[in-house]
C-alpha cells in the first residue's frame, strides 16, 4: 500500500514538474533586474558617463534598479515620446518617486543622484523604451520589455559582466588619451568620445585640465581648448556662479574675431567665468543646424599673482589648476 502510494505520488510529482516546465518555460514571477549609472577610476579622473550595460531585455512587470555608483551626477529618466528634452534642474518636470511606473504614457524622472544611491523602476506593459541621462547628452539606452512567458535571451549574469566589461573598456578608451600636451600657453579642457552600442551611446570624459598649471610673464595669455565630444567644461576663476547659470559667461567676457571667447584678469581677485565650452551638438537631418559651439578660451593676465581657476561642473572630481604670472 505504502508503496503503491509512494508511486504514484511520484508520478503526479513528475507530471506536476513535467506541466510546470510547460507552461511556465521561464519564471511567472515579476523579477527585479539590477543594472549600474557610470564608472569611474579612482581618481575620479576618468568618468563612463554611461549606463552599463544600456541595453537589456525584461518582462513586463518586472522591476529595474539602477546604482549610482560614482561621484559625477546623473538621472535616470524616461521621457513620453516626442517630449522636449528638459534640463536636468527642470526634469519631467520635477522628479518622481522611487519605484515609479513606466509605460511610455508619463514622464519618469530619479532626479539629480550621484553615489551611493538607487533608484527603480516598474514597467508592467510590453514596449521599447528609451532611457536618457539629463546630465549627459549621448549617455542612452534601451529598455525591451517583451510579454510575460516569452523567453529571455540573457540572465542578470550576463548583464553584470557586461556592466563590468563596458564600464573598463570605456575607462581604458579615456585612460589611453589621459594626457594630451598642447603648445605654449595652451591647456587642454578636458578630452572625451561617444561610442555607440546596440542599445544606444555612451561617452567617455577625461575630467581635467592638462598642463594645467602654467608658468608665464605679465601681458602673456593662456588659451583653454576642448577636445570633448559631448561633454561642456568651464574655466572660472574666483567664485563660482549660481549652479544653474553655468551655461552664459560673465559680463566681463568679450569675443574675439575667430569666435573665441577672451577675458582680462589684473588681479586674483578677479571674477571670470567663461560659460560652457563645447562643441555644437550633432546635427540632425531635416532639423535647423546647430550653431558652431564655442571651443576656446584666452585669458590675458597684466599683473603678477597666482591664479587659481575650477571647472565649475567639475571642481569636485579635481577639474582645477593655477596659473602663475611673473613679472
Ligand atoms: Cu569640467
Redesign the pocket.
Given at each position: 500500500m505504502t508503496k503503491l502510494v509512494t508511486s504514484q505520488l511520484r508520478r503526479n510529482l513528475c507530471l506536476c514538474s513535467l506541466l510546470t516546465v510547460l507552461i511556465f518555460p521561464v519564471s511567472a514571477f515579476a523579477d527585479t533586474w539590477q543594472l549600474q549609472v557610470g564608472a569611474q577610476t579612482g581618481d575620479k579622473a576618468n568618468q563612463a558617463l554611461a549606463f552599463l550595460p544600456n541595453e537589456i531585455w525584461i518582462h513586463a512587470n518586472d522591476t529595474i534598479t539602477w546604482s549610482f555608483v560614482v561621484d559625477e551626477i546623473h538621472t535616470v529618466t524616461f521621457l513620453t515620446p516626442g517630449q522636449v528634452r528638459p534640463s536636468r534642474f527642470a526634469g519631467c518636470p520635477g522628479a518622481t518617486a522611487d519605484f515609479s511606473v513606466y509605460d511610455g504614457s508619463v514622464c519618469v524622472n530619479s532626479g539629480i543622484l550621484q553615489k551611493p544611491a538607487t533608484y527603480s523602476v516598474v514597467f508592467p506593459a510590453p514596449g521599447n523604451f528609451k532611457l536618457v541621462c539629463l546630465a549627459h547628452p549621448d549617455m542612452t539606452a534601451t529598455i525591451h520589455v517583451l510579454a510575460e512567458l516569452t523567453a529571455l535571451p540573457h540572465d542578470q549574469a550576463f548583464y553584470d559582466q557586461q556592466a563590468a566589461a563596458q564600464g573598463g573598456s570605456l575607462l581604458s578608451d579615456a585612460r589611453a588619451s589621459a594626457h594630451v600636451h598642447a603648445a605654449h600657453n595652451a591647456v587642454i579642457?578636458?578630452v572625451g568620445k561617444i561610442n555607440g552600442t546596440g542599445g544606444g551611446t555612451e561617452t567617455v570624459?577625461v575630467?581635467r585640465f592638462m598642463d594645467a598649471r602654467k608658468v608665464i610673464h605679465v601681458g602673456d595669455t593662456v588659451e583653454w581648448t576642448t577636445s570633448e565630444a559631448v561633454?561642456?567644461?568651464?574655466i572660472t576663476f574666483g567664485a563660482e556662479p549660481d549652479p544653474t547659470n553655468l551655461v552664459p559667461p560673465s559680463a566681463n567676457v568679450t569675443v574675439d574675431a575667430d569666435g573665441a571667447r577672451h577675458a582680462i584678469i589684473s588681479s586674483p581677485s578677479d571674477v571670470v567665468h567663461s560659460g560652457f565650452i563645447t562643441q555644437a551638438p550633432q546635427d540632425r537631418t531635416a532639423l535647423a543646424q546647430a550653431p558652431l559651439g564655442v571651443t576656446r578660451f584666452r585669458v590675458t593676465f597684466t599683473q603678477p599673482g597666482l591664479y587659481h581657476y575650477v571647472?565649475?561642473?567639475?571642481?569636485d572630481?579635481g577639474?582645477v589648476g593655477e596659473i602663475v604670472v611673473l613679472p
Open positions: 579642457a578636458g570624459s575630467m561633454t561642456s567644461h568651464t571647472c565649475a561642473l567639475h571642481d572630481l577639474m
